[in-house]
């Protein structure tokens, strides 16, 4: 079967570092997304990779090791705004994407 | 720029009535989908749509039916509700690449008593 498995929850401390690390087990490979979402609201889209290494977007980086099937998302200079849930999802060989349920970040002044 | 707006955002349905999820996006997008969220558990896609005129089931199809007539548009259909479908519904479009990201709806809220 198909799997992707995040931490259900992760507190941190605002202007501080955290990782979200997502692993996978999926029917084919074709990128893996990262979505934040805010209590109550839509999911948004914030990262994608498809080949192995880091992609940085500001304060917001993703890493992607397909050998090892694992991704995880870093974000620095905590603020308070970024506490939300954070999505990982993978799209299989049928282009249909696999979702994680999701890591709750609670971040502490 | 509205983006992708679904109506309604809250309702409360008895077992056994039926109700239509309407989903438009004004981004020009081919494809267009629709999850439901439960707690605990990632999104799951109910139904797809690759172009007017087109639908496909996803993993979790059986109570619902969608039309998609128009490309702005996909309709998600309950036929008889039942408590097993109170959940979140969101509704996403994408560009017609696969690999393209999704824009999602800010949800509806559905209740089945």
């Known amino acids: 079967g198909q799997n992707i498995d995040q931490p259900t929850e992760m507190t941190a401390t605002e202007g501080a570092i955290v990782q979200i690390n997502c692993t996978y087990q999926?029917?084919?490979?074709?990128?893996l997304f990262w979505y934040q979402q805010h209590a109550g609201e839509a999911p948004t889209f914030l990262s994608y990779?498809?080949l192995d290494g880091l992609e940085e977007k500001g304060r917001f980086s993703s890493f992607l090791s397909r050998s090892k099937g694992y991704s995880y998302l870093l974000l620095k200079e905590l603020q308070m705004k970024d506490s939300a849930s954070y999505l990982c999802?993978?799209?299989?060989?049928?282009?249909?994407?696999?979702w994680g349920a999701g890591t709750k970040l609670i971040i502490k002044p | 720029n509205a983006g992708v707006t679904q109506t309604p955002k809250f309702r409360v349905l008895k077992t056994g009535q039926s109700m239509t999820l309407l989903c438009a996006q004004d981004?020009?997008?081919?494809?267009m989908y629709w999850y439901r969220q439960d707690p605990g558990m990632g999104l799951r896609l109910i139904h797809y749509?690759?172009?007017?005129?087109?639908?496909a089931k996803g993993e979790v199809p059986d109570g619902y039916n969608v039309s998609r007539l128009k490309k702005q548009n996909f309709l998600l259909g309950l036929e008889s509700a039942a408590p097993s479908q109170t959940s979140v519904y969101f509704c996403?479009?994408?560009?017609?690449?696969?690999?393209?990201?999704?824009?999602f709806g800010d949800g509806t809220r559905l209740s089945i008593l």
């Open positions: 996403a479009s994408s560009y017609g690449d696969s690999v393209q990201p999704q824009h």
């Open positions: 981004m020009n997008h081919e494809y």
């Open positions: 749509s690759v172009g007017e005129g087109t639908t």
């Open positions: 999926t029917s084919g490979f074709n990128g």
């Open positions: 990779n498809v």
């Open positions: 999802a993978v799209m299989d060989s049928n282009y249909q994407l696999i």
